[in-house]
């Protein structure tokens, strides 16, 4: 009984100290690099201002136009609102344009650009990214089409039994060549719309690709469809998937490294809130 006792006692002083453990480990990983170490983060903290470049870029950033509450919503104006919080300093959205998203961080008019941003091989050569999120494609046909009902895999459509209809033009008409090279494909024109939806309510293909992210919108409107990868609503997928994130001037590596530390720390309650406005989209 006793040698029971003292194995509980170890036990739960043990859990206790990896929790402990686990918690220093986040304060230290959010620790503000000390004066001299980062001249941008001297530089904000003495201006008393974290200059954000703002661009509405739902579900990441978003903009409230209803004149009440916060300006800005979403993943994107959470971290950047906890990096304001643990420099002790207040946060500035600095609109910006398509255009001037990237440059505004060469020409020191910001500190960060929050406004959502995918990592490109461009991009790379002249910023620094800290990603939190990504972006990636699902397909989707009816329901109620055997051939979509049965289907257990995207690979499953890669069979000459299977038109994929396609929007000419896209980013993903790459990839629809490459992922069905077997199947027969089906171009059309940008209609406005995130897919080719009409294509396959008519019956004039069995799949389309679309974005996860409006993917959610259309299965709440446009009943009796069925999309793969499967679970999660495919918010999972990774079929072409892009990292998303938020962008700095290069050669700033204390800076990006600190930025990074906290984005890793708060990435479960980034995501819950990129779920949240995924679901009301």
Request: with cysteine; aromatic share 6%; charged share 20%.
């Amino acid at each position: 009984m006793k040698t029971n006792y003292f194995l509980r006692r170890r036990l739960s002083a043990l859990a206790a100290g990896l929790v402990l453990a686990g918690t220093m480990s986040q304060a230290f990983a959010q620790a503000v690099p000390a004066p001299g170490v980062s001249p941008r983060i001297d530089a904000i903290k003495k201006s008393g201002v974290l200059r954000a470049g703002v661009l509405s870029n739902p579900p990441w950033l978003v903009e409230n136009t209803t004149g009440t509450g916060d300006a800005w919503a979403g993943p994107a104006w959470l971290l950047a609102n906890e990096y304001a919080r643990l420099l002790g300093v207040k946060l500035e959205a600095v609109p910006v344009s398509h255009e001037t998203k990237v440059p505004v961080l060469a020409s020191n008019q910001v500190d960060v650009t929050i406004s959502p941003l995918s990592v490109t091989p461009e991009r790379l050569k002249v910023v620094d990214f800290v990603t939190y999120s990504a972006t990636a494609l699902c397909v989707f046909g009816r329901a109620d089409n055997p051939k979509v009902a049965n289907a257990k895999s995207i690979d499953d459509f890669n069979s000459p039994d299977i038109t994929v209809a396609y929007f000419t033009g896209g980013g993903e008409e790459n990839w629809v060549k490459k992922r069905f090279p077997n199947a027969k494909l089906r171009g059309v024109s940008t209609a406005g719309t995130a897919a080719p939806v009409e294509e396959i309510l008519a019956k004039r293909a069995d799949i389309t690709p679309i974005n996860r992210v409006p993917w959610s919108a259309l299965n709440r409107k446009v009943k009796g469809l069925k999309a793969l990868p499967d679970g999660n609503n495919c918010q999972g997928s990774t079929e072409m998937a892009t990292p998303i994130g938020m962008a700095i001037d290069r050669n700033q590596p204390d800076y990006l490294n600190w930025l990074k530390a906290v984005s890793d720390t708060l990435k479960p309650k980034l995501d819950a809130d990129e779920r949240r406005i995924i679901n009301t989209m």
